[in-house]
């Protein structure tokens, strides 16, 4: 996302990097006053709510200035580097006689300005380069391209329309991402109808959900005038330095933060426990390791903890689905994406392996891998961490016994696995040394009711217990 200052500065602004951010933080600047820049160069790294991301540019030239130090959060659309393209930039737009006359005589032109290949670096959400493929023409009126085109560049970067004669007027294409355009066919909506409320003009969920909902004539109002209330100043907090450090809520903590206490104080949680001989299951984990199919992929119990919950979530359906409050309506996913949560530096995230229903056993253990690895390096992206509709949580790895997890946002269940410890237990009618845990499932009663989640729970804790039962059940 860009905008033009002086005739050779370009101004390249934070981009909305995930569906819906509004700020980042910049954690690093790669570059520096001076250094030459090339198109699609990573020119810093920001820290969303979601996630850590690099940011190339898209153009070549020399850095003009950094407008944020390092540690500074941007709010989506603000200006962040200035760079000068001289050499590089853009005629001035044409006029429309200008352009006439210059498509009547090319061979009156210098050497034509050589296109760049393929798709130009952009980011998410903000504008595409020049296409190479080949459209048939439209039919209407005509339109010099170098006019249309900036048109709409300047329409993007929230100039307004660019003023054109009436006749070389064209109705510019909605600025919308995939996924919006996506859920706009599928209810019917013509985004050429539909009001944008997003930055620069761009068309929003909630926008094509405000276009598909037929809109009730709100009932008059009576007008009631107050007199203005003073309030009190906010008392100034004081705290003595030496013995309190103060931590900005921000990035991922403030993200997890706002979505725990709205799950918390909207969704009605019941936590159900059970706890479970998983002396088999550890064994079968010794003896997968030494198969040839999972060689070098990451085998553990937890492993065969979702291998176990996506067989109950098999056996029990109703329990992968989501509340809907505005429609009124259960939605029933016929998909599993099996959240994991992780505890990472920035804080707790959730990322998710997409259809894991569909995935055998190496590809679940190899899927996991993945995302446990890039969790810890920071690099989980905003795509992964979203659409998720059951967790698991490991609390067992820090020693607990369980606990009572609240649930993802949009979630009707979420799994906790407290440690695996050697315990006294009753096996074959004699007290035994056997490796016993504690689970604990948590889930929306609005939705899942005591006998749903008990059965969800109860055949989690019979495939631990006998790790056949994944033959069997499968």
């Known amino acids: 996302m860009t905008t033009m200052t002086e005739a050779s500065v370009r101004e390249f602004k934070m981009p909305d990097v995930g569906e819906g951010l509004t700020e980042a933080e910049i954690l690093k600047w790669y570059v520096q006053a001076g250094d030459t820049v090339t198109d699609g160069q990573v020119v810093c790294e920001v820290e ?33 580097i200035a760079v000068d393209v001289a050499g590089g930039a853009p005629a ?15 061979e009156a032109s210098a050497a034509p300005e050589k296109k760049p290949e ?8 903000y504008g595409v380069a020049a296409s190479s493929t080949k459209r048939r023409p439209r039919k209407g009126p005509e339109v010099p391209v170098q006019q249309a085109s900036v048109a709409i560049q300047t329409e993007l970067n929230g100039h307004g329309p660019a003023t054109t004669s009436p006749a070389a007027t064209v109705q510019p294409r909605p600025l919308a991402k995939p996924p919006v355009r996506k859920l706009a066919k599928d ?30 004539a709100p009932a008059p109002e009576p007008v009631v005038t107050q007199a203005p209330v003073t309030a009190p100043a906010a008392p100034t907090a004081s705290y003595d330095a030496a013995r309190e450090t103060r931590v900005p809520v921000k990035g991922v903590r403030k993200a997890t933060a706002a979505a725990m206490v709205g799950s918390a104080f909207t969704a009605p949680h019941v936590t159900e426990f059970v706890t479970v001989d998983v002396t088999r299951t550890l064994k079968l984990v010794e003896e997968l390791k030494q198969d040839k199919d999972l060689q070098g992929l990451r085998v553990n119990p937890l492993l065969l903890i979702a291998k176990a919950l996506l067989v109950a979530i098999k056996r029990n359906p109703d329990i992968n689905a989501s509340w809907d409050e505005t429609n009124q309506e259960i939605v029933l996913k016929h998909y599993v994406n099996l959240g994991i949560a992780a505890a990472t530096p920035r804080g707790l995230i959730v990322p998710n ?35 998720g509709t059951v967790t698991i949580t490991n609390v067992g790895v820090f020693g607990v016994d369980t606990g009572t997890p609240i649930l993802p946002p949009g979630e009707a269940a979420i799994l906790a696995v407290g440690a ?13 040394p056997r490796q016993v845990t504690t689970l604990a499932l948590s889930f929306d009663h609005r939705l899942v009711d005591g006998e749903l989640g008990s059965k969800v729970l109860a055949d989690v804790a019979a495939v631990l217990e006998q790790p056949k039962k994944l033959i069997t059940w499968a």
Not at 353 to 381: C, F, M, N, W, Y
Request: proline content about 10%.
């Open 420 to 432: 695996i410890k050697l315990q006294p237990w009753v096996h074959k009618g004699k007290v035994k």
């Open 353 to 387: 392996i997409k259809d894991a229903h569909t995935k055998t056993l190496p590809q679940l253990a190899e899927s996991l891998g993945e995302l446990v690895a890039t969790a810890k390096e920071g690099r989980t992206s905003p795509a992964a961490m979203q659409g």
């Open 118 to 125: 393929g798709r130009q670096p952009v980011l998410v959400g």
């Open 48 to 80: 969303t709510a979601k996630a850590a991301v690099e940011l190339p540019i898209p153009y070549d030239g020399v850095v003009r200035e950094l407008r944020f130090p390092e540690g500074t959060t941007v709010a989506v659309g603000t200006a962040i």
């Open 187 to 216: 209810l019917g909506v013509d985004l050429t109808t539909v009001i944008p409320s997003g930055p620069d003009g761009i068309i929003t969920r909630e926008d094509v959900h405000a276009a598909a909902t037929p809109a009730e």
């Open 92 to 106: 001035a737009p044409e006029t429309p006689a200008e352009a006439s006359e210059a498509s009547t005589a090319p």
